[in-house]
T-cell receptor, first 114, second 113 residues
Framework: QQQVKQSPQSLIVQKGGISIINCAYENTAFDYFPWYQQFPGKGPALLIA?????SEKKEGRFTISFNKSAKQFSLHIMDSQPGDSATYFC?????????????FGKGTKLSVIP | EPEVTQTPSHQVTQMGQEVILRCVPISNHLYFYWYRQILGQKVEFLVSFYNNEISEKSEIFDDQFSVERPDGSNFTLKIRSTKLEDSAMYFCASCREGGTEAFFGQGTRLTVV
């Protein structure tokens, strides 16, 4: 019940295209859903996050869509750029900072080709 | 910009040896975490630490693991007797009180031979 399932495992997108990564969770106690971006040799860095009281959150070219009834959320990267090539992890957490255990998906390796 | 720093960046150790991985969290943060990432796999939670005690730990965090905040700035992860399967990237993270964002360090690559 703690799992977060992420797909696809890898994604190749042309420059200027839209990258879409999907995640599904089982635990209805999760109430915080961040996306992390990781470049080779670096730690994960928070990209964007959403709480279940909204269905969409947009920050620049990055948008999270959240479907509470389906227990799914997705990351959309508009106008994808070669610099976006990285591994993206969705994650979920329950509770506040005191019990802030992140459960990660398996990651999606995004390659944006010119 | 404040960041979480980890040392060393890479550690090679023989099976059965003890290792200590070190982290300096962001200075005003009060919640500290260790995660690990086996090569090519997902990031997994190990332990969280608040107010000088463990607040949560995963089943991975068995008796071979321990954490400590020996002074006001460092946060360490000790593996008492390393196994081959402990080879992974270990990430330290920290979070401020009332915050939701965990800031990750660059990681320590542990290789057990």
């Amino acid at each position: 019940q703690q799992q977060v399932k992420q797909s696809p495992q890898s994604l190749i997108v042309q420059k200027g295209g839209i990258s879409i990564i999907n995640c599904a969770y089982e635990n209805t106690a999760f109430d915080y859903f961040p996306w992390y971006q990781q470049f080779p040799g670096k730690g994960p860095a928070l990209l964007i996050a959403i709480r279940p009281d909204v269905s969409e959150k947009k920050e620049g070219r990055f948008t999270i869509s959240f479907n509470k009834s389906a227990k799914q959320f997705s990351l959309h990267i508009m106008d994808s750029q070669p610099g976006d090539s990285a591994t993206y992890f969705c994650a979920a957490s329950r509770g506040g900072a005191g019990s802030y255990q992140l459960t990660f998906g398996k990651g999606t390796k995004l390659s944006v080709i010119p | 910009e404040p960041e979480v720093t980890q040392t060393p960046s890479h550690q090679v150790t023989q099976m059965g040896q003890e290792v200590i991985l070190r982290c300096v969290p962001i200075s005003n943060h009060l919640y500290f975490y260790w995660y690990r990432q086996i090569l090519g796999q997902k990031v997994e939670f190990l332990v969280s630490f608040y107010n000088n005690e463990i607040s949560e730990k995963s089943e991975i965090f068995d008796d071979q693991f321990s954490v400590e905040r020996p002074d006001g700035s460092n946060f360490t992860l000790k593996i008492r007797s390393t196994k081959l399967e402990d080879s992974a990237m270990y990430f330290c993270a920290s979070c401020r009180e009332g915050g939701t964002e965990a800031f990750f360090g660059q990681g320590t690559r542990l290789t057990v031979v």
